[in-house]
């Protein structure tokens, strides 16, 4: 079965600092592995995913993830956190079926000037 | 811009009353997907179209039905809103492999009085 948790249910860091959400994930098979974010009132946005290749990713707005695949982890960082970055996080990983999508169960970052 | 429409934004209905949430898309993806969210939790499928065929999470309740009349429309409804209905719905599209990323709307509030 597929799963994955995030460990940490809030996050607070200082503004300029780097920060990093957690992310472990359990699959059978080849992991495809998303981050999303949402905004107070919103819908989620896609932020980034590992599918193959190299294990760091680039997404948008800054951040990145690192695929671990000894650790199954799959960590977000940004180098300098910004106010505006505070928000729900969601990491999530694909089932062998189409449309399945398996969320963490979210991390709060809030991100203090 | 291609994107998610979800309408109303916020929708109050009467315990017991049918309520109809709408959603269409400019993306012209096969696959449709409506979520429940409640409060910060992670969002949870309902069902998901692939194209026109629909598939219905084991544990969604019979309270809860949807319409894909055509490639960009599809509609939830939920026959008999009980309070605990109260959430935000989330509807999404991507396209048809299964490391395809999710698109979201901005969601609908649902208050059941």
């Known amino acids: 079965a597929q799963s994955v948790a995030q460990p940490e249910d809030q996050v607070n860091v200082a503004e300029g600092n780097p920060l990093t959400v957690k992310c472990t994930y359990s699959v059978s098979g080849n992991p495809y592995l998303f981050w999303y974010v949402q905004y107070p009132n919103r819908g989620l946005q896609f932020l980034l995913k590992?599918?193959?290749?190299?294990?760091l990713v680039k997404g948008s707005y800054g951040f990145e993830a690192e695929f671990n695949k000894s650790q199954t982890s799959f960590h977000l960082k940004k180098p300098s956190a910004l106010v505006s970055d505070s928000a729900l996080y969601f990491c999530a990983v694909t089932g062998s079926t189409l449309g399945r999508l398996y969320f963490g169960r979210g991390t709060q970052l809030t991100v203090w000037p | 811009d291609a994107m998610v429409i979800q309408n109303p934004r916020y929708q109050v209905t009467q315990f017991g009353k049918p309520v109809t949430l709408s959603c269409s898309q400019t993306l012209n993806h096969n696959v449709m997907y409506w979520y429940q969210q409640k409060s910060s939790q992670a969002p949870k499928l309902l069902f998901h179209y692939y194209d026109k065929d629909f598939n219905n999470e084991a544990d969604t309740p019979d309270n809860f039905q949807s319409r894909r009349p055509n490639t960009s429309f599809c509609f939830l409804d939920i026959r008999s809103p009980g309070l605990g209905d109260a959430a935000m719905y989330l509807c999404a599209t991507s396209g048809d492999q299964t490391y395809n990323e999710q698109f979201f709307g901005p969601g609908t509030r649902l208050t059941v009085l």
């Open positions: 590992y599918i193959t290749g190299d294990n």
